[in-house]
């Protein structure tokens, strides 16, 4: 099969351009989750969050198969949104206590673990009653990869927020915008000097010297963050804000990077058409869906000390 044209080249002012639609898009949109989380209505709060997130998911696995279907790959598209939507509802539905003990990350792990291993046998079955599909693996394997691609990552900022015995909004809040800054940091500080090319074959305009500005701008966020609102985090200091500032920042490009990948292979600018003009939810969901796992994995074992 051969591999579709690259995109073409942009020139720097679409560039900036499109860069400060997305990071206004963002801006919107996190604006209005953020916004519900500290309500005061917790109803409000949870129900305005998990509608936000399900459309995420829902435009992010549709997108996703997109990308699939113009590589040429097979998926079955509906099964995978639809499981999608169970995921994220059931996984939200055990950390607000609906399903099982309140809040118990094992017990959310678990129904997980199930939830997967059920989806993976319903595909196969799916696969049976297919007359025309020969390529059973490869669909099998593609609704399952866009599946834990999107909702099941997008999960863990779910698992932030409810995270049982602490205020889990500072913490999402955190996350938000250390890694988006990072996104920032990257743009500016490679715009401006950036001579270096990282990985031209994938990401033309990703340089060195923007990965640099990333790491530099996301711990120096990092840290005032915590230096404001540290007290609302427990087990946070300096030392975490600094490593996190490091982590965060260097997942955030390896997320940007893996997305511009499979763009790539699929002959396209942006992952979708949601948002007229600027690109698809993938292309402002990207940094955050590697990072997600990272924050509630580095907030349970470490922060909390595997509470």
């Known amino acids: 099969m051969t591999p579709p044209a690259a995109p073409a080249a942009q020139s720097p002012d679409s560039k900036l351009k499109i860069f400060f639609r997305r990071l206004s898009s963002f801006i919107v949109l996190w604006t209005i989750v953020l916004t519900a989380l500290f309500s005061s209505n917790r109803m409000l709060s949870d129900y305005v969050f998990l ?3 399900v459309l995420l998911a829902v ?6 198969y997109g990308l699939a279907a113009k ?3 097979v998926c079955f598209e509906r099964w995978g949104i639809f499981g999608g939507i169970l ?9 607000t206590g609906q399903l099982g003990p309140t809040g118990s990350p094992a017990w959310v792990n678990d129904f997980e673990t199930g939830f997967l291993i059920l989806f993976v046998l319903g595909l196969c079955v799916r696969q049976f009653l297919s007359r025309s599909n020969t390529a059973g693996i490869l669909a099998i394997s593609t609704t399952l990869f866009g599946l834990m691609y999107v909702p099941w990552l997008l999960n863990f900022i779910q698992k932030i927020n409810f995270f049982p015995g602490v205020e889990g909004h500072y913490y999402l809040l955190y996350f938000v915008l250390i890694t988006k800054l990072s996104d ?9 000097i950036g001579r270096h090319k990282m990985i031209p074959r994938i990401s033309p305009g990703k340089t060195w010297e923007g990965f640099v500005g990333a790491i530099v701008v996301s711990t120096l966020a990092s ?3 915590v230096h ?3 007290s609302k985090m427990a087990g946070m200091n300096w030392i975490h804000a600094t490593i996190l500032g490091i982590i965060l920042s260097v997942g955030a490009v390896v997320g ?5 990948l499979f763009k790539r292979e699929a002959g396209l600018k942006d992952s979708g058409r949601f948002f007229p003009g600027i690109g698809g939810i993938l292309d402002l969901l990207d940094s955050l869906l590697f990072n997600a796992p990272v924050m509630y994995l580095y907030l349970r074992l470490i922060l909390t000390h595997g509470r």
């Open 228 to 230: 404001f609102l540290g």
């Open 87 to 95: 995921l994220m509802v059931g996984t939200f539905l055990n950390l």
């Open 256 to 260: 940007d990077l893996i997305e511009s």
């Open 223 to 225: 840290l005032l963050f």
């Open 51 to 53: 509608g936000v997130m």
């Open 184 to 192: 920032t940091g990257a743009y500016a500080t490679g715009s401006l």
């Open 71 to 73: 590589r040429g790959l």
């Open 59 to 64: 435009t992010g696995l549709a997108e996703f």
